[in-house]
């Protein structure tokens, strides 16, 4: 399967501050999502997004299909962003998702 | 939220024994999934199947063996439950290549 880097691995931020998270894929992907996993260990889909931009609320994503690379955004962070974010990607030639290490985020108030 | 019921939620064992964890889905997705995950390792697949009695192994399938007889049940079987295989284990279900929705976990403890 493919290979998938996530950073930063942690951060830390004040209540109200913007970030953005990165994940590298080794390989062409044809689906790519991002997850959040809550303080509760439940794994919560965030977007669905092989490629292009889509946007939640205060989160948004942009999925670079081209140079394997996906962003997470993160304005306006609130105590309950705090948890672990996970991207995943599945390429032409897997069979399920291959999951990065996360990207482990605090929000203090 | 997706139908995916897993059980037990919690288990304790010792060492030796079999342990067989439950994933029921009521979504009627072809695919499912059993990953485990562990500190530092992010979400590993162990085994999945790709219709009934259709599987397959993951990256981390030694030590453990699956079964899915209907549509709607695909069993995770430790025939021999090993220290190592303590984690937390999430069933998850796709309709091929599409979004992946995880079940709420199943915490093992093997002492």
């Known amino acids: 399967g493919i290979q998938v880097e996530q950073s930063p691995p942690d951060l830390i931020l004040q209540e109200g501050a913007n970030s953005t998270l990165r994940c590298n894929f080794s390989d062409s992907v044809n689906n790519l999502q991002w997850f959040h996993q809550n303080p509760w260990g439940q794994l919560i889909n965030l977007f669905y997004?092989?490629?292009g931009t889509k946007q939640n609320g205060r989160l948004s994503a942009t999925t670079v299909a081209t140079e394997r690379y996906s962003l997470l955004y993160i304005s306006s962070s609130q105590t309950t962003d705090s948890g672990v974010y996970f991207c995943?990607?599945?390429?032409?030639?897997?069979?399920?998702?291959?999951f990065g290490k996360g990207t482990s985020l605090l929000v203090t108030p | 939220d997706a139908g995916i019921t897993q059980s037990p939620r919690h288990k304790v064992t010792e060492t030796g024994t079999p342990v067989t964890l439950r994933c029921h889905q009521t979504e009627n997705h072809r695919y499912m999934y059993w990953y485990r995950q562990d500190p530092g390792h992010g979400l590993r697949l162990i085994h999945y199947s790709y219709g009934v009695k259709d599987t397959d192994k993951g990256e981390v399938s030694d030590g453990y063996s699956v079964s899915r007889s209907k549509t709607e049940d695909f069993l995770l079987t430790l025939e021999s439950a090993t220290s190592s295989q303590t984690s937390v284990y999430f069933c998850?279900?796709?309709?091929?290549?599409?979004?992946?929705?995880f079940g709420e976990g199943s915490r093992l403890t093997v002492l």
């Open positions: 998850a279900i796709s309709q091929g290549g599409g979004e992946l929705f």
């Open positions: 995943a990607g599945l390429s032409n030639s897997g069979y399920a998702l291959n």
């Open positions: 997004i092989p490629s």
